[in-house]
């Protein structure tokens, strides 16, 4: 079978649940599937399909049947440009929880399914059509074999969902289709108590109209909103690939630009095809919109500053520290406007933790510094909802999360908020998981087993 000439998603071992295939047929979509359990010959097909340039989005299941046989001489060098491949292309990697989540951490590893060596017969006697009992399906696969797939798997920055069930399977298949077909560009969960929460609705407006006036991007913003938090979403209505976080913080600096060196924002446009008279119009109208946004993030530090020294003083009444102190530490704490960028950006969250050696003036015991932290997060990151678990979650990010730090801390959010709608709280447990079984991987020390397990709670589903 050649690579399709029209867009299409790929299917990848039996990621191709009924569900999901159906509902691309009724949507009029196409799609292609291909066997994993198969010869190299059709791995050299999948490659083909993976890096076709109308290729949507990819799908792949992997079993321990799959893992095993990818370390077999005639496989890994193929196995090596599946995994490139597919971190580079729009792809989601499910993987059985029993496969991936450690030893301890998952009933269905007895003492009858161990880790064993690879197989030392390397050519002959080697199947990939066989029948594979259930424990050769779901169990662990052979150790140097799933230290391979998971080494390729980080190294790649791939997509890994775990999941338990069919219908979960099916369901984060589904939703994965629906944000590709939509060419989703970027996605982020921001509670109500965050720090400029209020004022990221007109930060992320001015910026959708830049990519549309400025850079010529058809852009589309949605997205809903809860009690609790806000969720935005862009698309990209032509499926172009915008690296939209370059974007955003070419945008910011276009907004500082506007505010102190406008001359410097002009030459800024001078590529866009503009005109003289367009290019004065739009520095003028975000000159103004950039003024009136700079005060209202301004006026929102400030009131943050004086309720998180309230707070802090009410709560440290009965310490040694002094007000005057308590006040330094509330305005250090809470971050200042770089610029604008820094208003949304997961890192102008993550500036305020103190110590209690080098960022205060007097002696504070750890106990004292773990509340002035406990409180300023619930002022910063909004996180005063959140129970201790997610908070401990919230740490691990920060410390771990890397380039997906926000995609994660926006997963915690949204699994705590009780009104957002099921299919994205599961979604964010699983990316959750994910994450949490990688960094156990990498020798991470955490309680693994006792966050998963929260994890579980948060939706009663086990």
């Not at 792949?60 to 440009?81: F, K």
């Not at 338990?164 to 060419?183: G, M, P, Y």
């Not at 610029?339 to 002696?363: C, E, H, M, P, Y």
Request: proline share 4%; with cysteine.
């Amino acid at each position: 079978m050649s690579t399709p000439e029209t867009n299409f998603f790929l299917f990848l071992g039996s990621a191709a649940a009924e569900s999901s295939t159906s509902r691309l047929k009724a949507s009029n979509l196409l799609y292609v599937w291909k066997r994993l359990e198969s010869g190299p010959e059709n791995w050299r097909k999948i490659l083909a399909h993976l890096e076709s340039p109308k290729l949507l989005g990819a799908l792949t299941q992997l079993t321990s049947n799959n893992i095993n046989y990818m370390i077999h001489d005639h496989y890994q060098p193929l196995a090596e440009r599946f995994f490139r491949a597919l971190g580079e292309t729009r792809s989601v990697v499910f993987i059985h929880e029993s496969i991936i989540a450690p030893a301890e951490d998952y009933v269905f590893r007895s003492s009858k399914i161990k880790n064993v060596d690879p197989p030392t017969e390397r050519i002959g006697g080697f199947d990939p059509y066989r029948h594979w009992d259930p424990a050769e399906h779901f169990g662990p696969p052979d150790r140097l074999a799933l230290e391979f797939a998971k080494r390729m798997l980080r190294e790649h920055d791939i997509n890994v969902m775990p999941y338990k069930t069919n219908a979960e399977l099916s369901l984060l298949a589904w939703r994965f289709i629906e944000q590709a077909d939509k060419h989703l560009l970027f996605r982020v969960y921001i509670p109500k108590g965050r720090l400029w929460s209020a004022e990221a609705d007109k930060l992320f407006s001015l910026f959708r109209d830049w990519l549309g006036q400025v850079k010529g991007s058809r852009v589309r913003q949605d997205g809903y909103s809860t009690p609790q938090g806000q969720v935005y979403e862009f698309y990209g209505e032509d499926g172009s690939a915008l690296k939209i976080g370059d974007q955003f913080s070419e945008f910011s600096n276009f907004l500082n630009d506007c505010l102190d060196h406008p001359d410097d924002a002009a030459r800024s446009l001078e590529f866009q095809s503009l005109s003289v008279a367009e290019v004065s119009e739009i520095v003028s109208r975000y000159s103004k919109e950039a003024r009136r946004l700079k005060i209202d993030l301004r006026h929102a530090r400030e009131v943050k500053i004086l309720s998180l020294r309230h707070r802090l003083e009410s709560e440290l009444a009965e310490t040694e520290v002094p007000d005057k102190e308590i006040a330094r530490i509330s305005e250090a704490i809470i971050p200042s406007i770089d610029n604008f960028a820094s208003a949304l950006t997961a890192d102008s969250a993550t500036k305020w933790r103190i110590n209690s050696q080098g960022d205060v003036n007097v002696t504070i015991n750890k106990q004292v510094v773990g509340e002035i932290n406990g409180i300023a997060a619930q002022h910063v990151q909004g996180t005063t909802n959140l129970n201790p678990q997610a908070r401990e979650l919230l740490e691990l990010i920060d410390q771990y999360g890397g380039k997906r730090k926000p995609e994660l801390d926006s997963a915690v959010h949204e699994l705590e908020d009780e009104d957002a709608s099921r299919q994205n709280r599961i979604s964010a447990r699983q990316r959750l998981k994910a994450f949490l079984y990688g960094l156990a991987s990498q020798g991470g020390a955490v309680g693994v087993g006792l966050l998963t397990a929260y994890l579980e709670g948060r939706l009663g589903m086990g």
